[in-house]
C-alpha cells in the first residue's frame, strides 16, 4: 500500500499488516490528468478517492451552467451521497490538475468493516473527520464574506489554485468572475 | 427505551437486548420548553440530541446578530461538530417550541462502539445518514433559491414552522425579513 496511505490510517489508529493487506485488496494509486473526469452526472458509481496530490473539483450543471460546489485538495476523501446511497450522481467531479488518487470503494469498503471491525472503527472516525470538513466548508457559506471564503480556499494550496480557472473559483466563493478579480486586487493592495 | 427509538435502531440494522439496555443506559428522553438552551457559545458538551417531537434552531452569533445556520426536525440528530472534537461550540442550540427529545453523549457512545462492535456498525450508518442530510441541506445553499429552501423547509413541518419567528426562518434561507414576506405573499397566490 503507498507508505502516505498508510501513515493516514495509522494517524487515526493502529492497524495489523493483515488489515493494511485488506485494506491494500481494495483499493489503487491512480495517476489521472489534468481535465480527467472522475463521475459524472447521471452515474452510477461507488468509487471514492482520497487525494494524495492534486485539486479534484466537485461541481453541477444547473440550467446549462457549471456551479462549483466544492473543492478537494490533498489529504481529504472525496465521499459523495451517491457512495452511499447507490444512487445516480447528480453531480460532476474532475482533476483540475494532474492527480494522484487512491481510488476505493464503498461497497468493498463495508464488506471490510464487517470482517474486521477495527478498520470499521476508522471507517467511523474517518466519516466524524469527513463530517467536520464538511461542516467547516457549510460554516463558510453562512459565515463569511466571499473575499475571506476566497482566502481560506487558496491558503491550503496557493500554488495549485493558480493553476485553476477564475470562474470556477468565482463558482465556489458565490461571486461573477469581474467580483472575483476585484476581490483579488483589494487583496493584493494590502 | 422509548419505542420510537427502538424502531429508529431496529430500522438501520438489528439490535439484541443486551445492545437495547446498554443504550438505554447512556440515553434519557427528556423534555424540554420552547425557548430552552439547550447549548451556548464556548460551552463544552459532549451532547447529542436526537428528536422525538419539536424543531430545534442551530444559530451563530455575529456581530451581535443570530445567524440561523439550520433547524433540526423529528427523527434527526443533532451531532455536532464539537461533539466529536471535544472542543468549545461556537453556535446556540435552542428549542423553538416545546420538544421531546433522546439525550445521548458522543463520548459515552465511542465506549459502547468499543464494547458492542454491532453498535458501532450502526453508528457508522447513523453517520452516513447524518452525512447524507447534511450534504442536501448544504445543497440548497448552492442550488436553490431562497423561494425554494423556504418551501423544502417547511414541507418537513409545515404546522410547526407557522410558530417560529419569521427574522429566524429569513436568515435561514438567506434574505431579509420583507424579502420573506414577499416570498411568502408569492407563494400563497400560486
Redesign the interface.
Known amino acids: 500500500m503507498d507508505s502516505k496511505l498508510i501513515t493516514f490510517f495509522t494517524s487515526i489508529q493502529p492497524i495489523s499488516d493483515e488489515e493494511i493487506n485488506a485494506i491494500d485488496q481494495t483499493m489503487a494509486v491512480t495517476h489521472f490528468k489534468k481535465g480527467d473526469i472522475l463521475l459524472k452526472e447521471n452515474q452510477l458509481s461507488s468509487n471514492t478517492y482520497f487525494i494524495l496530490d492534486g485539486i479534484v473539483r466537485q461541481y453541477?450543471l444547473?440550467e446549462g451552467e457549471e456551479?462549483t460546489?466544492d473543492f478537494f485538495c490533498q489529504g481529504e476523501w472525496i465521499?459523495?451521497?451517491n457512495n452511499?446511497?447507490n444512487s445516480f450522481s447528480d453531480c460532476y467531479l474532475q482533476c483540475c490538475v494532474d492527480c494522484t488518487l487512491v481510488v476505493g470503494n464503498s461497497e468493498k469498503g463495508e464488506h471490510l468493516?464487517?470482517q474486521y471491525?477495527n478498520l470499521?472503527?476508522i471507517?467511523?472516525k474517518l466519516?466524524?473527520n469527513?463530517?467536520?470538513q464538511?461542516?467547516?466548508?457549510?460554516?463558510t457559506?453562512?459565515?463569511d464574506s466571499p473575499e475571506l471564503r476566497y482566502l481560506k480556499l487558496i491558503k491550503t494550496n496557493p500554488d495549485l489554485f493558480q493553476q485553476i480557472p477564475q470562474y470556477q473559483i468565482a463558482s465556489y466563493i458565490g461571486v461573477t468572475p469581474e467580483s472575483l478579480s476585484r476581490i483579488r486586487k483589494r487583496i493584493l493592495k494590502k
Chains 1, 2 share one sequence.
Do not use: C, E, R, V
Open positions: 453541477k444547473i456551479k460546489k465521499l459523495l451521497t452511499i446511497t468493516y464487517k471491525p470499521g472503527s471507517a467511523l466519516m466524524n469527513i463530517f467536520i464538511q461542516q467547516a466548508k457549510h460554516d457559506y453562512i459565515t
